[in-house]
């Protein structure tokens, strides 16, 4: 897979979202929502045959999770905007969550 502008984009989001999900730990839920998203992005980029060969499909379920994820805080987060605490921390990964779909299907129209 080649690395473009729009991967690029899509690899630095994921991880500051990966990133903005751990950093809540000891809270397991964020934890194990951080390493899934890690984990997609892996299937997403990385050469490895058995992911590149289904590729439309991680595509479709590294953006399902992303929805679900910002559908579920939508629902069960903190809406009271605090800076430097955790209620924060899901409007900052709203954000770039928000960043990752755009670039995501950008992505998959060049595809």
Known sequence: MKLTNTRIGIVISNLATTFLHVTLFPDIMFTLNGL?????????????????????????????????TMSLW???GEKTFSPGTSSATGYYALVVEAVMLVLLWIDKQKS
């Open 36 to 68: 899934g998203f890690a984990g997609l992005l892996g299937a997403y980029i990385l050469p490895i045959p058995f992911f590149q060969e289904r590729k439309k499909l991680v595509w479709w379920v590294l953006v399902g999770y992303t929805v679900l």
């Open 74 to 76: 939508g629902i069960m």
